[in-house]
């Protein structure tokens, strides 16, 4: 049978889960299975967890492993996606880990690997929101925030093969302290954790809010459900700062428009989910006001269609992708 | 004679004046030309002038039209460069002139057409301080401050294909208005424009500079050789102004270099060309202090090569490229 006929599996190797699914041609996804990362493992252990989900996926399938004719995995950056190393991610703890070739060890079908928000966005690009277009900016807000770019229908990585890191575009020198030491970055203003900090620091100082009552006192427990709850009985506290984290994410999506200038910006990640409307919204607004209007005609800023399955379809999509490329 | 070794003309359509050379395969400069733009007169009263003046240029070079291979011309943007239509400029105050066909009717060979800084970037890429590389950044300071972007050895477009308008980046939603309408751009900081805008305000906040006197009280002749020789001269004044637009400069291109992840980035315009050492050695520092150690790695940040001719010799290689792309 030719490849092209053939499932592939796409998988999320995430900090705390591995999310494995055989998904066939069409994107549809046949089969779904899960393990935890347990990263303190070390190395050689998640892979062996990581074949073992797959391996698990391809049986609910009803298939064998000779059936799927290749596999991409969404893993954390930053890495090498030309020789599939993760070259030194801090969530994972792996130092120069070949994930492609240790991968490919184990479960013996031609495996792909690529950034994880690369791959989401590559997710909405063939499957999701951004599907049918050329020119493709993807942010997703969780912990923190992080970006894909597809340019002329090809994932962007640059030179470094590193590029898109657009959480870290500056927005304001002065800004707040930024997980990577700069001041003022988009994840030091948009992101999960932003968004906790204001909260938190808002409440510190007497504001009126429901969080404390919501989270029982527990401040780590502000998740983007509460962040929901808590602004839909209008907690003026958590109104103000998602607002605020819109208006910035809106001034970065701006400045894309000007320099990428994309078709489709789809906004996704947990945070987005659960507000979708706001955000796409608060952002477009925003967007629109800053950039030029040429780079605005036309322009669709949408919400992630895929949620929690961008990365492992995007990962099945790129699996696909790139063995086309190699044959 | 196959078009690839016949010369080529490079034509720069600026605010003030246009400059038409014919260039050589190598990139050698055959002959120049020079006419006034007079853009008050009208388009077609512009398009005769940059008629005559290619006919010139290729005089000089003791050659005939017919031995002419393709034209480019860098003109200012918003443009449409597929089918080489200026859409509405507001500094030769052109809306919807259909530069390609006009001049192709006029001059008799194929014609191509893309936004001046592009155009000057592509010189620097194919001729300049970016040879060889195939992922490039432009930045040019002049009165305004524009970009160009090369992915992948071409000129980035994007979907409105007037992409790369990188003065249009927010650095600072508080900062300086700028002429775009927004708060904080990198021009509002940067360009000589900012420049200027600053040590005006500075000497009238009675701070000591010899600014008024080389320029005789008149501050619009703070030019790019003013600020070098006040800064050469050690003014307090010009030298903190000037450190501050590298600054802001810096803080752009290290954001560029984790979104776009560029090999080279090129520095030029007439600021830039009168104080090379100085913006290259801030902008480094700053810019690599920024990004991500992967989107530093091997990056070179230097000065335009080019100078005045990257527009012509831009124009050059893209009206040589563009028509090889069209046979």
């Not at 969530?91 to 880990?97: G, R």
């Not at 100082?205 to 983007?224: C, F, H, N, R, Y």
């Not at 949620?307 to 699996?319: E, F, S």
Request: hydrophobic share 40%; glycine share 12%.
């Amino acid at each position: 049978m030719d490849h092209r006929d053939r499932p592939v599996l796409g998988i999320d190797l995430g900090g705390t889960k591995i999310l494995a699914a055989v998904v066939d041609p069409n994107g549809t996804i046949l089969s779904r299975s899960k393990r935890k990362t347990k990263s303190e493992k070390g190395p050689a252990d998640v892979l062996e967890r990581m074949a073992a989900c797959v391996r698990d996926a391809v049986q609910a399938a009803g298939l064998q492993m000779s059936d799927i004719a290749s596999a991409g995995v969404g893993a954390p950056g930053p890495l090498d996606p030309i020789r599939g190393i993760i070259i030194d991610t801090p969530n994972l703890k792996f130092v120069d880990v070949h994930l492609k070739d240790e991968l490919e060890s184990r479960i013996s079908v031609p495996v792909f690997v690529d950034n994880d928000v690369n791959v989401g966005t590559y997710g909405e690009f063939v499957y999701g929101a951004a599907r049918g277009v050329q020119d493709v900016v993807g942010l997703f807000v969780g912990t923190g925030l992080g970006g894909g770019v597809i340019i002329n229908g090809k994932l962007h990585h640059g030179f470094s093969l590193n590029g898109g890191e657009l959480g870290h575009m500056i927005l304001d020198p002065d800004g707040p302290v930024c997980g990577c030491g700069n001041h003022g970055c988009l994840e030091a203003f948009s992101s999960r954790t932003a968004i906790q900090r204001e909260i938190e620091s808002a409440i510190q100082a007497g504001k009126p809010s429901i969080i404390p009552e919501l989270v029982k006192g527990d401040m780590s427990q502000i998740t983007s459900s509460v962040l929901k709850k808590a602004f839909e009985s209008n907690d003026p506290v958590v109104e103000k700062t998602l607002k605020t984290a819109c208006e910035y994410l809106g001034i970065a999506v701006g400045s894309l428009l000007n320099i990428l200038s994309p078709e489709v910006v789809v906004l996704g990640g947990g945070v987005v989910e659960a507000l979708p409307d706001l955000f796409v919204k608060q952002v477009r607004k925003k967007a629109f006001k800053i950039a030029f209007p040429i780079c605005c005609k036309d322009v669709r800023i949408v919400a992630s269609e895929l949620g929690d399955d961008a990365v492992i379809l995007g990962a099945a999509a790129l699996g696909r992708q790139r063995l086309a490329e190699a044959n």
